[in-house]
């Protein structure tokens, strides 16, 4: 077969720029040979937020283990998109079991490997927020305990879209979804409730939790790659912006997750032992309201009478986060 | 080599033997002493190759069993009551898989109202998930029946509950015939999985099923039951072969050649029914027993065959079909199916209440003479039962039923009849 070779620029991005990097930095995906663990062909909506982030993240979690992984997967979004049999996505072993039970699953595997000396083989446990925050929670927080040789990745897009976008505690204040609608003196999710599990991770003293979205891939791939140079509990949180559910337009993914980290309302930052040791910073803040206004789960926001009060409190919250976790870099620096 | 031992410890010691390589524990009582001693095993060294992992649920015991076994590791786990009810999508998971997991189920009842002692509820909740059921009737039948599991479960690809009555068995000191290392390994191979998660063979597993194949799939899961029922004595006799033991099987008969009357049960409590029988018999009296050993599959042809000849049968079980009577009790009836046979359905020791050799004498003669309800409720405190309705009957708040249950019958409620 011939072999054309092509020369991925790596532009638009903050730290790249338009250069072409040296081959040892260059993304896992700009490589012809890269894995492709999730193959093409599955049944992702357009613009899917959750299925781009599980490219990069498994693939250079491939990347990392010489091609030795084992994924389990909690019934989800992903796991229908990638598996109606007789098609699966996955060029990977990869087991369904349940919704609850993905990181006592990952458990089983890696004590398995274990005794029978495979340690050279990793694995990947992932799901979405629901499967993560909500069902999953109990079995995860005893792989962490445990400090189980797992690598947990949670696609959060902020609610049960696989179920027809239902609320979840990973659902932002505000936000329309099918269970919290868009009616009433407070529309949408209430505030005061939800959790930031990336949060409880850390509080769990676990070697390595990180968040990541979709907007800044080099960044998923890098801390990917640094988790996999850890053995242990680890936690990458990934937003993974879903056009059903949140009412955005599919080629506007990148460009909500993007917002979401420029605006502080998701902080994207890297910690180790519950210490924090790096924060993507956010160069110049953007007003909330740029990340609210084209997502129809905020529509009753802006409405003829807009809900002032309500953008105000989300801003507060994204104020907030860049406090908390620093995340506004200093003037005059990069 | 004969010992004198606890029922858990048998039985810790017998799964030791099999060699497992993952065990996931969450305690609950009755069964906590089995896992206790085999994390024991474990962090000494005496059970090398073998990874012990204390979780924070029993849905989390299943799922790690499930996660192990499918990544190739021969996989336990023991629970009860509670416990096996909170992992129950994961039971029902680890059998639709296919994965050969052995799990103890130290019988015990199912709140509320809550309760630790022996009846066989929560093992009977589980009876269509689709793993195999095995019922010890002594200790030394339970360590045998987990040997013979972990062979039966990984030849068929299916897991397998052992249950054995908790407290009577568990926590009871007996005799056992301990095997030796080499002849468990005589026995059972290593473990070869049908199916497993291997970054050299990539497989998916768990993929969504439409209508299309899931009745195929369901039914493939049924076929492989009703295999089990010709594996299961074969393995049986292989065992006495290897063993020197009469140990498992589909069911065993007890004087049953010439009766007229056979009472049928599971578990521990046939041994106070044989001691009864044998009573009877010696008075002349037509009585035998059959005791079920497998209840999933269940074993349909033989249990018809051991009734043949018999012209009533009364089952005596340990669990209740609310809204229905017995559970074992239709599962009999289905096997005896267009034979003309008179049978009775006997609800007895729930929630750990004595089933005393004075009760059964009396429940069997009535039996002989066809005197028996369809439905029966060995040694229920009627007073008690008619009072409550009564209360309920005058007051619209009458309250919580077993609170006021206890005050009835007063401090005599704590002791075991």
């Given amino acids: 077969m011939s072999f054309q070779p092509v020369k991925f620029y790596q532009t638009g991005t903050f730290t790249v720029g338009n250069r072409l990097l040296p081959p040892e930095e260059r993304s896992v995906q700009s490589d012809s040979k890269r894995f492709n663990s999730i193959n093409s062909g599955h049944r992702a909506c357009q613009g899917c937020g959750e299925a781009l982030g599980a490219r990069y993240a498994i693939d250079a979690a491939m990347e990392a283990a010489d091609g030795r992984i084992i994924a389990a997967n909690a019934t989800g979004c992903l796991e229908v998109f990638s598996t109606p049999y007789p098609e699966t996505s996955w060029q990977i072993p990869w087991i369904h079991s349940l919704f609850g039970n993905t990181a006592a699953v990952a458990t089983g595997i890696a004590a398995a490997l274990k005794v029978k000396g495979k340690t050279g083989t990793r694995v990947v446990a992932q799901g979405g927020d629901g499967g993560t925050t909500d069902i999953g929670f109990g079995c995860l927080s005893g792989m962490f305990e445990r400090n189980d040789d797992v690598l947990y990745i949670c696609y959060d897009n902020g609610g049960y879209m696989n179920t027809g976008v239902q609320r979840s505690s990973a659902t932002p204040a505000a936000a329309r979804t099918s269970t919290t609608p868009a009616v009433g003196a407070e529309p949408g999710n209430v505030f005061g409730q939800g959790k930031f599990l990336p949060a409880i991770a850390m509080a769990h003293d676990i070697p390595y939790v990180a968040t990541a979205t979709v907007a800044d891939l080099r960044d998923l791939e890098a801390k990917v790659t640094r988790a996999m140079e850890i053995r242990g509990a680890r936690y990458i949180h990934i937003l993974v912006p879903c056009p059903l559910g949140w009412g955005t337009a599919s080629h506007d993914t990148i460009r909500m997750a993007r917002l979401a980290k420029e605006t502080g309302i998701f902080p994207v930052f890297e910690a180790e032992h519950g210490e924090i040791k790096s924060v993507l910073a956010i160069r110049r803040p953007l007003p909330v309201e740029d990340y609210l206004r084209p997502q129809k789960r905020y529509a009753h926001l802006f409405g003829k009478q807009p809900r002032i009060d309500v953008i105000a409190h989300l801003q507060a919250q994204a104020d907030r986060n860049i406090r908390k976790y620093g995340l506004q870099a200093r003037k005059g620096g990069h | ?417």
């Fill in chain 2, 1 to 417: 080599m004969l010992k004198q031992m606890e029922g858990s410890r048998a039985v810790a010691e017998a799964v030791a033997l099999c060699r497992p390589e993952v065990i996931c524990a969450y305690p609950i009582s009755p069964q906590t002493h089995i896992v206790e001693a085999l994390g024991e095993m474990v962090k000494e060294g005496a059970l090398a190759s073998c990874e012990f992992i204390n979780v924070e649920s029993e849905f989390a015991a299943m799922s790690v069993a499930i996660g192990a076994s499918a990544a190739g590791a021969r996989s336990y786990t023991a629970t009860a009551s509670q416990g096996l009810l909170y992992m129950a999508e994961a039971v029902f998971n680890a059998a639709g898989l296919g994965l050969p997991i052995v799990m103890t189920v130290a019988n015990r009842a199912i709140g509320a109202p809550i309760n630790i002692w022996n009846d066989h509820s929560d093992a009977l909740s589980q009876r269509d998930s689709g793993w195999l059921q095995l019922f010890a009737e002594t200790n030394q039948e339970a360590l045998d029946l987990h040997i013979q599991a972990f062979r039966l479960a990984e030849e068929l690809s299916l897991p397998i509950m052992v249950c054995m009555d908790g407290f009577i068995l568990t926590h009871a000191f007996e005799r056992v015939d301990m095997p030796t290392q080499e002849q468990v390994d005589a026995y059972l191979p290593a473990y070869s999985p049908r199916q497993v998660l291997d970054p050299d063979e990539p497989v998916s597993i768990g993929a969504m099923v439409g209508p299309e194949a899931f009745m195929e799939v369901r039914y493939l899961a049924h076929a492989k039951q009703m295999e089990a029922l010709k594996l299961i004595p074969a393995y049986a006799a292989e065992f006495k072969a290897v063993f020197g033991r009469d140990s498992g099987g589909l069911m065993h008969t007890y004087r049953s050649e010439d009766a007229e009357t056979i009472i049928v049960a599971m578990g521990s409590v046939l041994g106070t029914i044989k001691d009864t029988v044998d009573e009877m018999r010696d008075s002349g009296h037509r009585i035998g027993v059959l005791g079920i050993t497998c209840f999933r599959p269940f074993p349909v042809a033989a249990v018809a065959d051991a009734l043949r000849q018999a012209k009533r049968f009364v089952v005596l079980e340990k669990s209740m079909a609310i809204g229905l009577g017995g559970i074992l009790a239709v599962n009999v009836r289905m096997a005896v199916t267009g034979m003309g046979l008179k049978g009775y359905t006997v609800v007895a020791g729930l929630g750990g209440r004595a089933i005393t050799m004075k009760s059964l004498h009396a429940l069997f003669r009535q039996g002989e003479k066809d005197e028996l309800e369809p439905v029966t409720f060995l040694d229920l405190d009627w007073k008690a039962v008619n009072k409550q309705l009564e209360r309920e009957k005058a007051h619209r708040r009458s309250g919580p039923v077993a609170e006021a249950l206890l005050r009835d019958v007063g401090i005599v409620g704590a002791r075991n009849y």
